[in-house]
C-alpha cells in the first residue's frame, strides 16, 4: 500500500474516521448538539477530497481519456476502483448522509443517550456503501455489503419500541438470508470462472473452453441469478422486497430517509458494476432477465401502494415502485436493435440513465421524507389522515411534500421527469418499448396514490389549527433537496453529462 | 435552423407564472390579491393583442422565436424555443382574453382567495407555453403543467363531486399524455430525426413515414391522436369532461372549456396533421368517424340535460367534433387537397373558446344569484337580469351558428371543407348543428323567458365587474362574425405550409 493508495481511499478513511471520532466524542463531551456538527464535518472533508480526486480525473466536464486515477491494478490489489463512476456515488451517499444527518438533529432529542452511536453508524454504513459503488472483486463486494447493512440494521431498530425492533430484526435476517445466497452465488460463479475479480470473470467469459464445462452453463445461471437476488434486497426490488414496508413503518425516519436512497444508490452501483463489468460477455440475455425484475417490481410496488393509509409505508411500496423504473435502465443493454448480428454494441445509455434516476430520486424522495421527519416530529402520526389541512398548519412543509410527491409521479418540471424520460428512452432505444409502455402505465397508477395525499393536505379540514414549527437545519436541508429537485428538472444538463461521464469507467461501456 | 430571442414570448407566457408567485408572497389582502390578479390580466391581454397584431402574414412562418439551448448531452439534448405561427398566434390572444375574463369571474371568491389567484394564474402559463412551444419536450412539459392548477381549482372551489371529478380529470389527462410521451420519445429516438425540435419535424414531415422509425408511423399518429383525442375530447373518450365541467367553479369552466379542450384541438393540428401527412389522409375517414359520431351523440345526450353546465358541456362534445370533420377534409379527392376545412377546425377552436365562455360566464352568474342549475326550477329571468340574458342569448345564438356571430363563420368553413371531402357523413354532421339550435332554443325558453317567478324577484342584475367580460367576449363574438378576415387570415398563413408540405 502506498501513499497514493491513501490518497486514494482517503474519502472513506475521512468518512469512517468521523464516524469513529463521533463515538468518542460522545464520550467526553456534554454538548450533544457537536456531534451533529462533527459529522456533518466528516461529510464535509470526504466530498472535499472526493471531489479533489474528481479535479485530478479533470472535472466533471473532463474528456473521457481519464476515466481512472489508477492505471492498471486498481487500489488494494485490485480489490477496489477509485473512477468516476465511483466518485458520482460518493458525492451522491455523502449528499443524502449530510441532508439525513441536518434533518435529524431535532429527532434525535427522541433518543437521548445514543446520539453518538446513531451519527457512528450512519458513517460507518455511509463508508460501506462507499467501498460498494467502487469495489470491484467479489469478496470485497460482499465485505462491503455487510459493512453497509449491520450498521442498518442497528439504526433500524434505534427507536427501542416494538415496531422499531421488529423492523431492525426484519432488516437484519432477510440481510442475513440474502447475503448468505448472494455469497453461495459469488461461490458458484468464482468456481466457474476461477476468479473473483470482475476482470477475470470476464476475461473468463471470453475463453470459449472455459464455457464447456460440464453443467456449467446451468451453474453460472445459478451463480448469476442468486448474486442478482442479493442485490434485489438492497435495491429493494420485487420479488426480494418483503422487508420493505414494515422496515419503513417502524425504523426511525431519517434512517428510513438514508435507507431509500443511499442504500438503493449503493446497490444499484454494485448492480451496474457487476453486470456491466463482469458479465457483458455471458451468453445469457440477463437484460431479459432484469427487465422482467424491473416490470414485476414497478407493478407490484404501485399496486400495493394504492391501498395503504400509512404515509411511510406507502412510500415503502413508492420505492419498490421506484426501484423497478431504475431496473428498466439497467435491463437497457443498449443498441441490441440496432445492430442485429454483431452482438450488443454497448452506449451509455442504460448505464447514465441509471445514475441520472438515483440522483434525481435523492432530490424528490429526500424532500418527502425530510419533510415527513418534521411532520411526524409534531403530530406523532403517520396515518395519511392525519395530514388533513397540512397546507394550515405550515405551507412550508405542504408545498415541499406535495412537490416531492409530484415529483415522484414524474410530472414535468421535476427531476424525476427527465429520469424517467431517459430510462424510458434507453429501454425503447434497446428495443424494449414493451417495458417502456409498461413503466408509462405504472406512472399513470401511481398518479393516483400521490396525489390522494396532497388532495388530503390541501382539500380537507385541519383537526386543529396548531402551527407545525420547522427547525433550521431541517429548514435548510429542506430548502435544498425541494431546490434540488426543480433544478434537475429545469436544467438537467450537468447531471446528465455527468453521468454518461461516470459510466464510461465502466468497462463494457468505455468500448 | 430558426433562431433568435426576441422576449416577447417569454414574457408573455411567465409572467402569470411570475404574477402567482408574487400573489404568494406579497399580497396581504385578498382585494390586493384580486387587483393583481387583474393587473396580470389585463397585461397578458394586453401582450396577446401585440403578439397577434404584431404577427406579419407574409412573414416568417414562426415568428417571435425565443431559443436558448435547454441542456445537451451525448444521449438527450432539447432546447428552450418557442414561437407562433399563425395557427398559434390567435390562441394565445383567446387565452388572453379569457384569462383576464376568469380572473373576472372570480372576483366575488371567498374562499381561500390567494390559492385562486394563483392556480388560476399558473394554469395560463401552462396553456400559453403549451401554444407557444416549438420543442416537443418543452411542450410535453406545459401539457403537464396544466394539471395540477386545474385539478385544485375544480377540488377545491368546485361543487358537487368536487373531489371525484378532479380525480377523473387528471387520470383521464395523464393517461393521455402518458401515451404522448412513449410517442416523443419514439420520434426523438428515430435516427433520422433525433430532436425535440418541432420546426425541423414540421419541415420534414414525411420523412418520418419511412421505414427506419422505431414505432410505426400510424403507432404514433394514433399515441398522439389518444392524447389530445382525451382532451379535445372526442367520443368515447368524452366521460370526463361533464363531470369537470359541472363541478368546477365558473373561472375553471371558462378556462376548461375555452382553452384547455383547444390544447387538444392545437396538438391534433399541429401534431398530427403537421407532421404525420400520410396518416393524416390515411385515417381520415377514421377521424370523421369519430368526428360525427361526437358531433351527434353531443347534440342527442346534450337535448336531455337539466342541469345548465352539463348541458353546456356536452355541447361542448359536439362542436368539437366539428373540429375533427374539419380536419378529416384535409383530403378532397386522389392528390387534391383544400386547407378550408382545417381553417374551419381553427376558426372553430377559437369561436367555440369564446362562446363557450360567454355561456359559461353567463350560467355562472345565474347559478350565483338564484342559487341553482336546474333547468326546471328557472324561468322568467329575462324580466330580473337583462343584461345576463343578453349575453346568454348572444352566446346561444352564437353557438348554435346564427350568421354574423363568430360560430357561423367556422362552421361554415367546417361544413364547406367536408361536403367537398366527405359530402354524406358532413350532412349527418349538420343534422348535429340542427339539433344544436332546438337544444339552445329550448334551454334559452325554458330559463330565461315564460312567466316570471316569485322566488326570482329579489334577483339583481350583473354588476360592473361581473358585466366586464360579459361585454368583452361579446364584443369578440360579434366582430369576428361580421368581420372575420383578419383572424382567418392570419390561420390561414399558419396552416397554408402546413397543406403544402403534404404535396
Redesign the interface.
Same mark, same amino acid.
Given at each position: 500500500m502506498t501513499l497514493h493508495d491513501l490518497y486514494l481511499l482517503s474519502p472513506y478513511v475521512a468518512t469512517a474516521g468521523m464516524g469513529i471520532l463521533v463515538v468518542l466524542l460522545d464520550l467526553v463531551t456534554p454538548r450533544k448538539s457537536l456531534l451533529a456538527a462533527v459529522a456533518v464535518l466528516g461529510v464535509l472533508v470526504a466530498g472535499a477530497l472526493t471531489l479533489v480526486q474528481l479535479l485530478d480525473m479533470g472535472g466533471i466536464l473532463g474528456g473521457p481519456g481519464l476515466p481512472n486515477l489508477v492505471s492498471d491494478g486498481g487500489v488494494l490489489a485490485g480489490s477496489l476502483s477509485v473512477d468516476r463512476f465511483a466518485l458520482f456515488f460518493n458525492f451522491l451517499i455523502l449528499a443524502a448522509l449530510g441532508l439525513v444527518v441536518l434533518a435529524s438533529t431535532d429527532y434525535l432529542r427522541r433518543m437521548p443517550g445514543h446520539q453518538g452511536e446513531y451519527l457512528g453508524l450512519l458513517l460507518f454504513s455511509a463508508t460501506g456503501m462507499m467501498m460498494l459503488s467502487a469495489a470491484t472483486e467479489l469478496i470485497t463486494i460482499y465485505i462491503a455489503l455487510e459493512l453497509t447493512t449491520l450498521p442498518l440494521a442497528a439504526l433500524a431498530a434505534f427507536l427501542l419500541t416494538g415496531r422499531s425492533t421488529e423492523a431492525g430484526m426484519k432488516y437484519l435476517i432477510i440481510g442475513a438470508i440474502s447475503s448468505a445466497v448472494m455469497l453461495y452465488g459469488m461461490a458458484l460463479v468464482f468456481g466457474f470462472t476461477g476468479s473473483t475479480s470482475l476482470e477475470g470473470i470476464a476475461a473468463s467469459f471470453r475463453v470459449p473452453a472455459q464455457q464447456d464445462v460440464p453443467f456449467g452453463s446451468y451453474a453460472m445461471l445459478a451463480g448469476v441469478a442468486l448474486m442478482l437476488a442479493g442485490f434485489g434486497f438492497k435495491i429493494a426490488a420485487a420479488p426480494f422486497q418483503m422487508w420493505v414496508p414494515d422496515v419503513y413503518e417502524g425504523a426511525p425516519v431519517p434512517v428510513v430517509a438514508f435507507l431509500s436512497v443511499a442504500s438503493k444508490a449503493a446497490g444499484f452501483a454494485v448492480l451496474l458494476r457487476v453486470f456491466y463489468t463482469g458479465f457483458l460477455d455471458y451468453d445469457v440475455d440477463w437484460g431479459a432477465l432484469l427487465a422482467i425484475l424491473a416490470a414485476a417490481s414497478m407493478t407490484v410496488g404501485n399496486l400495493a401502494a394504492l391501498g395503504q393509509s400509512n404515509i411511510r409505508r406507502l412510500l415503502g411500496y413508492s420505492t419498490i415502485a421506484h426501484a423497478g423504473y431504475i431496473l428498466v435502465g439497467v435491463a437497457a443493454v443498449a443498441g441490441v436493435a440496432y445492430s442485429p448480428g454483431a452482438g450488443p454494441a454497448f452506449?451509455? $445509455?442504460g448505464p447514465?440513465?441509471v445514475l441520472f434516476y438515483l440522483a434525481a430520486y435523492l432530490a424528490a424522495n429526500l424532500t418527502a421524507f425530510i419533510a415527513i421527519i418534521a411532520i411526524s416530529n409534531r403530530i406523532e402520526s403517520d396515518r395519511i389522515s392525519d395530514y388533513a389541512g397540512l397546507v394550515r398548519r405550515s405551507p412550508f412543509l405542504a408545498i415541499t411534500l406535495a412537490l416531492a410527491l409530484?415529483a415522484l +409521479?414524474g !410530472? &414535468? &418540471?421535476t427531476s424525476i $421527469?427527465i429520469a424517467k #424520460? =431517459?430510462v $424510458?428512452? /434507453?429501454a @425503447?432505444?434497446s428495443g424494449l %418499448?414493451w417495458l %417502456? #409502455?409498461a413503466g @408509462? +402505465?405504472n406512472? !399513470?397508477i401511481s /398518479? =393516483?396514490y400521490y396525489?390522494r395525499i396532497v388532495?388530503v393536505m $390541501? #382539500?380537507d379540514a385541519p383537526p386543529s389549527a396548531e402551527r407545525i414549527p420547522v427547525p433550521v437545519p431541517s429548514r435548510v436541508a429542506l430548502a435544498v433537496v425541494a431546490i434540488a429537485t426543480v433544478a434537475i428538472g429545469v /436544467? &438537467?444538463?450537468l447531471l #446528465?453529462?455527468a453521468a454518461?461521464g461516470a459510466v464510461k469507467a465502466l468497462a463494457g461501456v468505455a468500448r | 435552423m430558426v433562431t433568435g430571442f426576441t422576449g416577447l414570448l417569454t414574457v408573455t407566457v411567465f409572467l402569470p407564472a411570475a404574477g402567482a408567485l408574487a400573489l404568494l408572497l406579497l399580497a396581504r389582502s385578498d382585494r390586493a390579491a384580486r387587483l393583481l390578479a387583474f393587473a396580470v390580466g389585463v397585461a397578458e391581454l394586453a401582450l396577446s393583442l401585440v403578439v397577434f397584431f404584431g404577427f406579419q402574414r407574409g412573414g416568417e412562418r414562426f415568428q417571435w422565436v425565443d431559443r436558448l439551448p435547454w441542456f445537451a448531452s451525448e444521449t438527450l439534448n432539447a432546447s428552450y424555443f418557442l414561437g407562433v405561427d399563425g395557427l398559434s398566434a390567435p390562441l394565445v390572444l383567446l387565452t388572453g382574453l379569457l384569462g383576464l375574463c376568469a380572473v373576472l369571474a372570480s372576483w366575488r371568491i371567498t374562499l381561500r382567495v390567494r390559492e385562486h389567484f394563483a392556480w388560476l394564474l399558473l394554469l395560463q402559463t401552462a396553456v400559453l407555453g403549451v401554444f407557444t412551444s416549438l420543442d416537443l419536450l418543452l411542450f410535453f412539459l406545459f401539457w403537464e403543467l396544466e394539471l395540477l392548477p386545474m385539478y385544485m381549482l375544480i377540488a377545491i372551489w368546485g361543487g358537487g363531486r368536487k373531489e371525484y371529478s378532479a380525480m377523473k380529470f387528471l387520470i383521464f389527462t395523464i393517461t393521455g399524455s402518458a401515451f404522448m410521451l412513449v410517442a416523443i420519445v419514439a420520434v426523438f429516438l428515430t435516427p433520422q430525426v433525433g430532436t425535440f425540435d418541432m420546426t425541423q419535424l414540421l419541415a420534414h414531415g414525411v420523412g418520418l413515414s419511412g421505414a427506419d422509425l422505431l414505432l410505426p408511423a400510424s403507432a404514433l399518429f394514433w399515441l398522439f391522436f389518444l392524447a389530445f383525442a382525451i382532451k379535445l375530447p372526442v367520443w368515447p373518450l368524452h366521460t370526463w369532461l361533464p363531470d369537470a365541467h359541472t363541478d368546477a367553479p365558473t373561472a375553471g369552466s371558462v378556462m376548461l372549456a375555452g382553452v384547455l379542450l383547444k390544447m387538444g384541438g392545437y396538438g391534433l393540428l399541429r401534431i398530427n396533421v403537421g407532421i404525420f401527412h400520410q396518416q393524416t389522409q390515411q385515417f381520415a375517414w377514421a377521424l370523421m368517424a369519430l368526428g360525427v359520431i361526437s358531433v351527434l351523440y353531443g347534440a342527442v345526450v346534450t337535448i336531455r340535460q337539466t342541469d345548465l353546465k352539463r348541458l353546456i358541456a356536452y355541447s361542448s362534445v359536439s362542436h368539437m367534433g366539428l373540429v375533427l370533420v374539419g380536419i378529416a377534409s384535409v383530403q378532397v379527392g386522389l392528390g387534391e387537397l383544400t386547407d378550408t376545412g382545417l381553417s374551419g377546425a381553427a376558426m372553430q377552436l377559437f369561436t367555440h373558446g369564446t362562446i363557450t365562455g360567454l355561456l359559461f360566464l353567463a350560467v355562472g352568474l345565474v347559478y350565483d344569484k338564484a342559487h341553482t342549475r336546474y333547468i326546471p326550477d328557472l324561468g322568467g329571468l329575462a324580466n330580473r337580469m337583462p343584461l345576463v340574458a343578453i349575453a346568454f342569448l348572444i352566446a346561444g345564438l352564437a353557438s348554435l351558428g346564427l350568421p354574423g356571430l363568430s360560430g357561423f363563420v367556422s362552421e361554415l368553413l367546417v361544413f364547406l371543407g367536408g361536403f367537398q371531402a366527405y359530402p354524406w357523413p358532413t350532412a349527418l354532421a349538420v343534422l348535429g348543428i340542427i339539433l344544436a339550435a332546438g337544444y339552445i332554443l329550448w334551454m334559452m325558453e325554458r330559463c330565461l323567458f315564460g312567466a316570471a317567478r316569485e322566488r326570482f324577484d329579489h334577483l339583481t342584475d350583473a354588476s360592473f365587474v361581473e358585466a366586464l367580460p360579459l361585454v368583452l367576449l361579446i364584443i369578440v363574438i360579434v366582430a369576428v362574425g361580421v368581420y372575420p378576415a383578419p383572424l382567418t387570415q392570419v390561420f390561414q398563413a399558419g396552416l397554408a405550409p402546413m397543406v403544402d408540405a403534404f404535396r
Open positions: 452506449t451509455t $445509455f447514465s440513465s409530484v +409521479i !410530472v &414535468p &418540471p $421527469f #424520460l =431517459y $424510458f428512452t /434507453a @425503447v432505444k %418499448a %417502456a #409502455l @408509462v +402505465i406512472s !399513470v /398518479a =393516483y396525489i388532495r $390541501f #382539500l /436544467a &438537467p444538463g #446528465l453529462t454518461e | -
